[in-house]
């Protein structure tokens, strides 16, 4: 059975730091090109960024030089750290899992990430 369930998430003032995990079962996850997206109320899901198997990463212009996500292939955990956050980066964040080859896609629950004054 796959899991990915995140954690980390939660309320933090503009300017302060947030450091999600997702911990991952039940896949080969050194092969999974990984992800995070977030979805703001009333928005559709868009991409925060993601990890390849073989450690590239891409963000979006909007988190560029803000957040950052590595990967532990050993403990099959993916992390997005997420610095200088701001009211906009308010959303539910969700951590996907990607194997392009056999046409895997996997979703976690998401976790609420606030930022206000």
């Known amino acids: 059975q796959v899991q990915l369930v995140e954690s980390g998430g939660g309320s933090v003032q503009p300017g302060g730091s947030l450091r999600l995990s997702c911990a991952t079962s039940?896949?080969?996850?050194?092969?999974?090109?990984m992800g995070w997206y977030r979805q703001a109320p009333g928005k559709q899901r868009e991409l925060v960024g993601t990890?390849?198997?073989?450690?590239?990463?891409n963000y979006a212009d909007s988190v560029k030089g803000r957040f950052s996500i590595s990967r532990d292939n050993a403990r099959m955990t993916v992390i997005l750290q997420m610095n200088s956050l701001k009211p906009e980066d308010t959303a539910v964040y969700y951590c996907?899992?990607?194997?392009?080859?056999?046409?895997?896609?996997?979703w976690g629950q998401g976790t609420q990430v606030t930022v206000s004054s």
């Open positions: 990890i390849t198997s073989g450690g590239t990463t």
């Open positions: 039940g896949i080969a996850f050194s092969v999974y090109d």
């Open positions: 996907n899992a990607k194997f392009t080859r056999l046409y895997h896609d996997y």
